[in-house]
């Protein structure tokens, strides 16, 4: 805790006028007379309150770790200017006219829309500090398409829903040198848009409709495991540990599958489950039971046309599971 050293003034209120007398004090209302006497009950109520809200103030600042001493006025500037005021604070947002190189200042705002009435072929923002978000909202006008063209200093920004008369916005975060980096897509009414993957840059469509789940390709849907229009296809009797197999379908299918060890204590086993687009390679889900009896059983998803196996037996001092369930979804 901080601490200070000003102090209220007449803390007992005493010999001074009530709020009501104050009201209609004529020194208040006009000020001391020239050579006047300042009759003790107002100068009191008058010293009471000025003091009384500087003695607040610094004692808030105190409870707040801050050290507000009269000692030297140079220090305690410099400790009041932790407050902070609009002055210090970018505002909300500014509607900025369209140009084809428009101009933001972040030390004033935290955010600038503006109506693209054609292609912005470059822009500038400055003034951003350290840890600033920065919001950007593009609006098409009633033609549509209009591009934007990000500088330098702006990493990740997503081109504008191109549809007419489309809202985007986009949020960056400000490093210390100034830099802007998106901290999410641009948002529009039609979903998420210039979702950066890495060099991919991902249109992604709209809410998913009710029962579906969004594909690896990021624009289309297929039923959702457990929701109607997805039909289990229990193939225990087809399948088996250490066999590769291959998804055929055009779309991803869901495998579980899972085995016991009826051995006991000191006995373990494992089941590890393997994908990949030329040979069942990269090792996906791994699950084991020690000390058994017991079970072990993975679920893993398997790309269109890509190839699949579940061994056991994966390391030393195992043994072999016995298949108990093997399913896999078809959508």
Known sequence: MGSTNF????????????????LVDATRTGGAGVDALWPSPSANKTLYQVAG???????????????????????????MANLLTTADVP????????????????AKYGGFQVTLSGASTAFTISGQTPGQLVGLIWVQDGTGGRTVTFPANVRGGAQPDSAAGALS???????A??????????????GLTGLAVNALTLTVAGAAPSGKVLTGNGTSYVPAPGISGVTPSFVTGSRAFGTQYQNTD????????????????????????????GSASNPVAAN???????????????PPGWYYEVQTDVGTDTNPLTLVAWTEWGY
Not at 169 to 175: H, N, V, Y
Not at 253 to 277: C, D, Q
């Open 250 to 277: 055009a779309t991803p299918r869901t495998v579980s599958v899972y085995g016991s060890l009826n051995l006991g204590v000191g006995h373990n086993a494992s089941a590890v489950a393997y994908i990949g687009s």
């Open 288 to 302: 084991s039971v020690t000390n058994g009896p017991g079970y072990a059983g993975v679920t893993f998803i398997v």
């Open 177 to 190: 040198a100034g830099n802007l980096d998106a901290v999410g897509p641009a948002v529009s009414v039609n």
């Open 91 to 106: 505002i909300g947002l500014q509607s900025v006219p369209w140009t084809s190189t428009p101009v933001f200042n972040a």
């Open 169 to 175: 916005c986009q949020l960056f975060k400000a490093d």
């Open 7 to 22: 102090l209220p003034f007449n803390p007992s209120q005493a010999n001074q006028e009530s709020d009501s007398a104050y």
């Open 53 to 79: 809200g500087v003695y607040a103030l610094m004692q808030m600042m105190a409870n707040k770790g801050f050290t507000t001493l009269d000692a030297n006025l140079a220090t305690l500037t410099a400790v």
